[in-house]
């Protein structure tokens, strides 16, 4: 095995990666190359990425996201029922204010995590 290859099943693509090979393909200026160099894996995979014949689940949630067909209509919520629910979250945030160490300890996971 050579320094750039890396074992089957350990260097997935990321949702962004995928939809941003994707974005590139449909506009006509993916460089197959600099993805596979960046990824770590063969040109092939990354045609395969976005000729949509691998991670095909992942188009179509993005898809429903831009569209807004996965959201509730916008009138589906009363301006009456809309601020009732903004007293009630109000209401729960005085309860339970977040104290600064709360707030350091979420600063603290979240720069494990990689965020």
């Given at each position: ?18 939809l941003?090979i994707?974005?590139?393909y ?9 993805w596979?160099?960046?990824?770590m ?34 009138d ?8 009732a ?12 204010p ?8 979420m600063?603290?996971?979240?720069a494990r995590?990689?965020?």
């Amino acid at each position: 095995m050579t320094q750039r290859q890396v074992p089957r099943g350990q260097n997935a693509a990321t949702t962004r990666q995928i939809l941003e090979i994707r974005a590139q393909y449909d506009a006509g200026e993916l460089d197959p190359r600099v993805w596979a160099n960046l990824m770590m894996c063969s040109v092939e995979t990354v045609r395969k990425i976005a000729r949509r014949d691998t991670y095909r689940h992942v188009g179509s949630e993005a898809e429903v996201i831009e569209s807004g067909s996965g959201l509730p209509p916008t009138d589906a919520l009363s301006t009456e029922d809309a601020l009732a629910s903004m007293e009630r979250l109000r209401r729960a945030l005085e309860a339970q204010p977040l104290g600064a160490k709360d707030a350091d300890s979420m600063v603290e996971e979240m720069a494990r995590r990689g965020k």
